[in-house]
């Protein structure tokens, strides 16, 4: 009999915590992702809200409980920065463009909240680095000529932009 007395107890304990913080007080992990631009200095950017809950001890002693941490990963490798908070968080980073390959490349981001939910969101750019090259035909000469031309690099946050070699 004790023990049902017990038992009844903690349920009745729950419910109230359950009165208290509202049967509408949990909401789902989700995750975000902004990448912006293709060229020179790309800001990624990976939000996320955590799914909160209620934990209760033995004793019927309850809290709120809604932490996690996002991650945000490059064409599948691991994780190139996080984050972590309560209720949310925001991980960012600036990547260097003319440090990336031609081609396409996915950022991901990924939250893990407290009790082992996920969720994700990804954002795929197209990185063309290929500079713009101008070189001015002098035509048809005899004795000597100057060759004149431009060319335009992409922008690289971080070293040379790149080189001129005449041949």
């Not at 293709?38 to 800001?43: D, H, K, L, Q, V």
């Not at 063309?128 to 000529?145: I, K, L, M, R």
Request: contains cysteine; proline residues 2%.
């Amino acid at each position: 009999m004790n023990r049902h007395k017990k038992t009844a107890s903690i349920l009745l304990t729950l419910l109230v915590h359950l009165f208290a913080f509202g049967f509408g007080s949990a909401w789902a992990t989700s995750a975000t992702i902004n990448v912006s631009g293709n060229e020179g200095a790309i800001t990624v950017s990976a939000s996320a809200t955590f799914m909160q809950d209620t934990h209760c001890d033995n004793k019927g002693n309850c809290w709120a409980v809604n932490s996690g941490v996002v991650y945000i990963y490059q064409d599948g490798s691991g994780p190139i920065t996080w984050a972590s908070g309560n209720g949310s968080a925001t991980a960012t980073i600036i990547v260097d463009s003319g440090a990336l390959s031609q081609g396409a490349h996915t950022f991901k981001a990924i939250a893990r909240d407290h009790e082992g939910g996920s969720a994700s969101d990804s954002q795929t750019i197209t990185i063309d680095n290929t500079p713009t090259v101008t070189v001015n035909s002098p035509g048809q000469v005899t004795g000597a000529f100057d060759i004149t031309g431009t060319a335009t690099f992409k922008e690289r946050v971080y070293g040379s932009e790149g080189s001129i070699r005449l041949y």
